[in-house]
T-cell receptor, first 113, second 110 residues
């Protein structure tokens, strides 16, 4: 089954404790992206990757890191989480090129205390 | 560059029609529409490309006015399953960066 998976689905942590949210896709997509969703603000892009070893900042990259060492994986790293990073996070993947459909993972709800 | 959607929320009875609008202050190269049900991930509905090409959902239609930098999503004869939050999205000219609107909550009641 074609899908995007994320882990963990739920995470409660404390300020400053480094964490990683994993994302994996099995559709051989070149493009992968991370979004955060907050009430009233919609989905905002954090980082995206056009292919292996090619990553770039989205609209709200501060406080986040990513890496793309393999085509299928695109982990999101919060090296020193803060309460304002409490949010619902979605990973997505797609082919490259104009007008392609993005496939979203199930989401990770993160709470930083 | 985040697109603006209107209305923010709408409540319909089954069988009624709705229109959701999306506008941008920047040039639009394509418009994407997604629907998100409560507690779930966004799901693709439709893409509209410059030049009039559309790809997507059979029972939902949309328009794309390139000159006005606007798009509208038309939901006709709404069903209970149409309930959810609808997002429009736009991409940069290179197709790399993506911007979603703030969403329109649509509730269909019996």
């Amino acid at each position: 089954e074609a899908q995007v998976t994320q882990n963990p689905r739920y995470l409660i942590t404390v300020t400053g404790k480094k964490l990683t949210v994993t994302c994996s896709q099995n559709m051989n997509h070149e493009y992968m992206s991370w979004y955060r969703q907050d009430p009233g603000l919609g989905l905002r892009q954090i980082y995206y990757s056009m292919n292996v070893e090619v990553t770039d900042k989205g609209d709200v990259p501060e406080g986040y890191k990513v890496s793309r060492k393999e085509k299928r994986n695109f982990p999101l790293i919060l090296e020193s989480p803060s309460p304002n990073q409490t949010s619902l996070y979605f990973c997505a993947s797609s082919l490259v090129g104009e007008g392609r459909e993005q496939f979203f993972g199930p989401g990770t709800r993160l709470t930083v205390l | 560059q985040q697109p603006v959607q209107s209305p923010q929320a709408v409540i319909l009875r089954e069988g009624e029609d709705a229109v959701i609008n999306c506008s941008s202050s920047k040039a639009l190269y394509s418009v994407h529409w997604y629907r998100q049900k409560h507690g779930e991930a966004p799901v693709f509905l439709m893409i509209l490309l410059k030049g009039g090409e559309q790809k997507g959902h059979e029972k939902i239609s949309a328009s794309f006015n390139e000159k006005k930098q606007q798009s509208s999503l038309y939901l006709t004869a709404s069903q209970l399953s149409y309930s959810g939050t609808y997002f429009c999205g736009t991409e940069t000219k290179t197709g790399n960066q993506f911007y979603f609107g703030t969403g329109t909550s649509l509730t269909v009641i019996p």
